[in-house]
């Protein structure tokens, strides 16, 4: 580190780091090919950008294996409770404005334990970067059913399959009008460290969604639209300004009408690209209820 600054990266002059500034020395300890690796190496790889020395950076994390991640990171970090860091993030940010906060979060932490929290801290547009490592699977229990699991998914805690249908993180994070909203994906190194970096630069909260693999309890829980066969007719990068194009040949495209999106289809008309899908009918739940139990004949 060549010179010193004071500030949370709002101001001031950058300083000369580099990604070692910010990798500690403890022992990473996810599984061999998780991909929260690729997500700390973004992470420690685009910080010097930033100019923010790291002791003016804080990691809050609650539990999970994504909790882990303030242990990696050679700044100041906080290893919290199930789903509270924002809580603990927000009277931090509330009463330093000196310092860079961030979290990182799981989908169990964020979505299951901590809702309320992340939804409030988002609303409140409190100065922190929110990093939500989606695998839709609570990894460090050893596989059980999240709230981003899909629907029918069997796990541990859901032999028959899921009777619910998944949250989608940016949905929330928009209906709580939070004022910096993206999402990447955790081998996507430019685009994912390009975001972040973005993310770091934002005034209020921000929240960036990463798509992750849990390659021991989930593993391709993301192939769908990430693996290399698929990914370019499924994945659309948003770019400010520019129009909302993708597939191989750079021939599908999505516009608005009115509120809707809509994809131009071949024959130059207009279909709905994206409906909010049925919901599948709850027979699983219904038939908790309605199933025998102490002191009531089945229906
Ligand atoms: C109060 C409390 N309830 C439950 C647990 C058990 N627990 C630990 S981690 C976890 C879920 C983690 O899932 P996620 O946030 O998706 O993180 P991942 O391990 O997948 O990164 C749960 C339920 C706990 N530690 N504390
Ligand atoms: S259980 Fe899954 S999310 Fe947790 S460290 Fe292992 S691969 Fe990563
Ligand atoms: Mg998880």
Redesign the pocket.
């Known amino acids: 580190m060549s010179a010193l600054v004071t500030g949370n990266g709002n101001g001031g002059t950058p300083v000369e780091l580099t990604k070692a500034d910010f990798q500690s020395d403890q022992e990473t300890r996810w599984c061999p090919g998780c991909g929260d690796y690729a997500v700390l190496a973004a992470v420690q790889g685009f910080m010097p950008e930033l100019g923010i020395p790291p002791e003016k950076i804080v990691f809050v994390t609650g539990?999970?294996?994504?909790g882990r991640f303030s242990y990696y990171m050679d700044t100041y970090g906080m290893h919290g409770i199930?789903g509270r860091a924002p809580a603990l993030a927000t009277g931090l940010a509330a009463s330093r404005d000196d310092l860079s906060v961030w979290i990182v979060?799981?989908?169990?932490?964020a979505l299951s334990?901590g809702t309320n929290h992340l939804i409030h801290a988002l609303r409140r547009n409190v100065p922190v970067k929110i990093l939500l490592?989606n695998?839709r699977?609570?990894?460090?229990?050893k596989g059980q059913a999240?709230p981003t699991s899909e629907f029918g998914k069997k796990t541990k805690s859901t032999p028959a399959g899921t009777v619910d249908t998944p949250i989608m993180p940016l949905t929330i994070a928009l209906a709580a009008e939070a004022s910096f909203v993206a999402r990447s994906v955790d081998t996507h190194t430019e685009h994912l460290q390009g975001t972040l970096e973005r993310s770091g630069r934002h005034k209020g909260s921000s929240f960036v969604e990463v798509l992750q693999n849990?390659n021991i309890f989930n593993d391709g829980a993301w192939r769908d639209f990430t693996d290399r066969e698929v990914r370019e007719g499924r994945m659309l990068v948003l770019e400010h300004g520019k129009p909302m194009i993708f597939g191989k040949d750079r021939d599908k495209g999505i516009r608005l009408s009115g509120l809707r999106i809509r994809q131009p289809d071949g024959d130059g008309g207009l279909r709905q690209l994206w409906r909010r899908p049925r919901r599948p009918r709850h027979t699983a739940t219904r038939d908790l209820l309605s199933g025998p139990a102490p002191g009531r004949t089945s229906r």
């Open positions: 539990i999970g294996c994504a199930h979060t799981g989908d169990g932490d334990i490592f695998n699977i609570y990894g460090l229990t999240s849990c």
